[in-house]
């Protein structure tokens, strides 16, 4: 009994391995071997100049709550230009893992010696207000989304609370990095 359930196991290992290997169109991954996000932190450094801001991270909720943390990775950079009046945060997003370029900019409403405050006036279909406050004295930046206006809409209950997310500074990385073919026919094509 246990030599035949051996052989079975051995059997089905050598065809696992043979469906992993095959070229089938989908290839089968080994738990162990997929990628996963990690985060690589650093000190944050906010670059101020004369009129100009810079920062890099990547953010992360001030909230413990698991409601209340982003539903993927998001890579940011953001520069403000005090004689344009704008912030700009750059974004890479993975949404489904799908990797998508994202812009946001903000109106300067103060700069000081203490740091900059702007806002977002694209406020949604849900009437969400976002403010970025980045203080050069604590080096931190922060952005916090916030009901502008009440709805009882049912896409837009989850955004009538305050959201707040801090800019770690660092990158995130894929681990293992994920395999590219850059010659690689797009999923579908023959």
Request: charged share 20%; glycine share 8%.
């Amino acid at each position: 009994m246990i030599a035949h359930t051996r052989k079975q196991l051995v059997i089905m290992a050598v065809l696992l391995l043979a469906g992993c290997n095959s070229q089938t169109g989908s290839d089968v991954v080994p738990a162990q071997s997929r990628s996963k996000w990690t985060k690589v932190e650093r000190p944050l450094a906010i670059d101020v100049r004369v009129g100009y801001a810079t920062a890099e991270g990547f953010w992360q909720s001030t909230s413990p709550t698991d409601g209340k943390q982003l539903v993927s990775p998001i890579g940011v950079r953001i520069s403000c230009h005090r004689t344009e009046g704008t912030c700009r945060e750059l974004d890479a997003v993975v949404q489904f893992g799908v990797l998508k370029p994202d812009s946001v900019e903000y109106q300067i409403t103060s700069w000081s010696d203490g740091g900059v405050v702007a806002d977002d006036a694209d406020e949604g279909a849900c009437g969400i207000g976002h403010r970025l406050a980045i203080d050069f004295r604590t080096n931190s930046v922060t952005v916090t989304d916030y009901p502008k206006k009440v709805s009882s809409s049912e896409f837009c209950k989850p955004y009538q609370d305050a959201n707040s997310y801090v800019l770690h500074g660092g990158h995130l990385v894929a681990y293992p990095p994920p395999t590219w073919n850059a010659l690689a026919k797009p999923e579908g094509k023959q």
